[in-house]
Nanobody
């Protein structure tokens, strides 16, 4: 069964860091799938955070996370990571990884084939 599983969320103080992981199983991300991290804050719509295109030649970051967040992919372990630095309370939310087959990148959740269950990130003092 194909699935994505996120981990690494938690409570962190403003200015702190977290590293989220997304483990794919039942299918191979490789160079076939675009991978995007989305997040959803309480009472708000889900929004994209960063996307790595299927062939990894393009990476797009939401303006508010540029120079703070970094996405990386490990083909050997079929994992995707999101390193988050200099966190602010505005980064609080449930973070989801999603994969889309042969997609460059998209901010439309409807285009993604697989979703994880999400991991909670809370930035608070």
């Amino acid at each position: 069964q194909a699935q994505l599983v996120e981990s690494g969320g938690g409570l962190v103080q403003p200015g702190g860091s977290l590293r989220l992981s997304c483990a794919a199983s039942g299918f191979t991300l490789g160079y076939y799938y675009a991978v995007t991290w989305f997040r959803q804050a309480p009472g708000k719509e889900r929004e994209w955070v960063v996307c790595s295109s299927n062939n990894e030649d393009s990476v797009f970051y939401r303006d508010s996370v540029k120079n703070r967040f970094t996405i990386s992919r490990d083909h050997a372990t079929n994992m995707v990571y999101l390193q988050m630095n200099s966190l602010t309370p505005e980064d609080t939310g449930v973070y989801y990884c999603a994969a889309a087959f042969r997609l460059a990148c998209s901010d439309s959740p409807a285009l993604y084939d697989y979703w994880g269950q999400g991991t909670q990130v809370t930035v608070s003092s």
